[in-house]
């Protein structure tokens, strides 16, 4: 109790209580958050397991769904549904993959409500690259 009585003389003193107070909130909070930070970290470290299975719906050129998943093509750029190349791209993906067993590595990021990855079919061919080759969609930088 008499360090918090010298503590408090004067406004030297209240300056120096006001900055305890300060600290012990701080570190109240980082022990609040540090095991939601470490798990966060553990899972950014933690391998992504691939997803199988068979693509249930085509969004549009660079996004499909497997099952309940959506999956946006890492390095693909597509024109937006509704325009001509948007559609066209669109159609293309559904003849390569709509119905098709698929895998597709995530690389742990998402876009909206969309994982982000690569899929390849169960034959080996890549996705992305076969959207790339046809010229359908280009690049994304």
Same mark, same amino acid.
């Given at each position: 109790? *008499?360090?918090?009585?010298?503590? $408090?003389?004067?406004?030297? /003193?209240?300056? +120096?209580?006001?900055?305890?107070?300060?600290?012990? !909130?701080?570190?109240?909070?980082?022990?609040?958050?540090?095991? +939601?930070?470490?798990?966060?970290?553990?899972?950014? =470290?933690?391998?992504?397991?691939?997803?199988?299975?068979?693509? &249930?719906?085509?969004?549009? *050129?660079? &996004?499909?769904?497997?099952?309940?998943?959506?999956?946006?093509?890492?390095?693909?750029? %597509?024109?937006?549904?509704? $325009?001509?190349? /948007?559609?066209?791209? $669109?159609?293309?993906?559904?003849? !390569?993959?709509? /119905?098709?067993?698929?895998? %597709?590595?995530?690389? *742990?990021?998402?876009?909206?409500?969309?994982?982000?990855?690569?899929?390849?079919?169960?034959?080996?061919? =890549?996705?992305?690259?076969?959207?790339?080759?046809?010229?359908?969609?280009?690049?994304?930088?």
């Amino acid at each position: 109790m *008499g360090y918090f009585r010298h503590l $408090t003389r004067g406004a030297r /003193g209240i300056r +120096k209580l006001k900055a305890a107070l300060v600290w012990v !909130l701080v570190l109240a909070l980082m022990s609040a958050l540090y095991p +939601k930070l470490e798990r966060v970290m553990d899972s950014a =470290d933690a391998a992504i397991a691939p997803i199988e299975g068979r693509v &249930t719906h085509v969004r549009d *050129g660079d &996004t499909i769904e497997v099952g309940p998943i959506a999956i946006r093509f890492r390095t693909l750029d %597509c024109a937006e549904r509704g $325009t001509q190349a /948007g559609d066209r791209a $669109t159609a293309h993906l559904r003849q !390569l993959a709509d /119905g098709e067993e698929v895998i %597709c590595d995530l690389d *742990g990021r998402q876009s909206f409500d969309r994982e982000i990855g690569s899929c390849r079919l169960s034959d080996g061919r =890549d996705l992305d690259a076969l959207m790339l080759e046809t010229g359908v969609c280009e690049r994304f930088r």
